[in-house]
């Protein structure tokens, strides 16, 4: 049957083409156009979609080559501040000596500063005294509403204290159980001042104030250096604006206007200190008697390793020339 078809076929083709007709060539050419058009688009797709995985390999590897850059810039950093601390650990080292600040060609260095640890406040010692002035104060001036203070000072509070029973609005074991923490708190003295994060509401100071840290010790008798700390902390202790706390700090740069330099002024009383204040109040001037001293012992070393923009800060305390705390801090507002 398929033999006639096919003779039927080619008969009548002979005979279309013995009559002058002629067969399109497109008919006998579109199939196989079809095949050469659809292997070109594939040829072009399989072009776009390998430009698509370089660009995306080439993306990854600069990522990646970045990444590597920075966590090297990062070590290096490291090591740069952990000279700085070596180099600072020497007992003759000075405040001002121009080996505390170094810098390489290649963009790295470390500048070490020397303080006194006493030159914060000790949280510890302030709780336990049963202080209700300077955390209350401080948080204020943090911009915290007195609410959110007193709380947060009875949450402290309760922390280091020995018993469950919580202050009017503290928190102690069963509050924190609520809030999903077993084991909390610890009822004993911070060990670290970075402990302090565990206490209820901290986490709001900690988005705030990232710089909270620098505040705070948990060395010392308790007394700060009035001779060392910071223009902010002198004006917590004495209740005054920044403006009045100028007289002090003019006072303890000495001539070139520099602090921590040779030719530095030391304070020496609390009727000094309460004068050029402009502190007369009686209660204030016998606050300022229990809060402040003059010569701190604790050392505090804290060194800045640097690698271009790339940052690290270590701190090291030393008591009696002995090592009692060394550690990392975070440098707020700069690549680290």
Do not use: C
């Not at 009875?154 to 923490?181: I, P, T």
């Not at 001539?255 to 004068?275: E, I, K």
């Amino acid at each position: 049957m398929t033999e006639i078809r096919m003779e039927g076929q080619n008969a009548l083709h002979g005979s279309l083409r013995a009559s002058g007709f002629v067969i399109p060539s497109s008919f006998a050419i579109r199939h196989s156009s079809f095949q050469r058009g659809s292997a070109l688009i594939a040829v072009f797709w399989m072009i776009f979609a390998l430009g698509m995985v370089l660009f995306a390999a080439t993306k990854s590897l600069h990522a990646d080559t970045e990444y590597t850059r920075m966590m090297r810039g990062r070590i290096f950093a490291k090591r740069f501040a952990e000279t700085g601390i070596e180099l600072a650990r020497h007992p003759a080292m000075q405040q001002d000596d121009p080996l505390l600040h170094f810098s390489s060609d290649n963009g790295g260095g470390f500048d070490v500063t020397l303080k006194t640890e006493e030159a914060r406040l000790n949280i510890n010692f302030l709780l336990q005294s049963g202080d209700k002035i300077l955390l209350r104060r401080l948080f204020t001036r943090w911009g915290f509403k007195p609410d959110f203070a007193t709380a947060l000072g009875d949450a402290l509070k309760d922390w280091v204290d020995a018993d469950d029973n919580a202050s009017l609005n503290g928190a102690e074991k069963r509050e924190y159980q609520k809030a999903g923490f077993d084991g909390m708190p610890f009822n004993r003295p911070f060990k670290e001042v970075e402990e302090m994060l565990h206490v209820r509401g901290m986490d709001i100071v900690n988005a705030e104030r990232p710089d909270w840290r620098e505040w705070f010790t948990v060395y010392g008798d308790g007394r700060i250096d009035i001779n060392d700390t910071s223009a902010e902390i002198i004006s917590l202790l004495g209740d005054v604006p920044m403006e009045r706390v100028q007289p002090v700090l003019t006072f303890r740069n000495g001539r070139d206007g520099a602090h921590r330099t040779r030719d530095d002024m030391r304070l020496s009383s609390v009727p000094q200190v309460a004068q050029m204040l402009g502190v007369f109040n009686r209660q204030t001037v016998q606050q300022l008697t229990q809060w402040i001293q003059f010569t701190g012992p604790i050392r505090r070393i804290e060194s800045v390793g640097y690698l271009g923009p790339l940052k690290r800060k270590l701190i090291l305390i030393t008591q009696g020339g002995q090592a009692v705390w060394r550690g990392e801090l975070p440098i707020h507002g700069q690549d680290s």
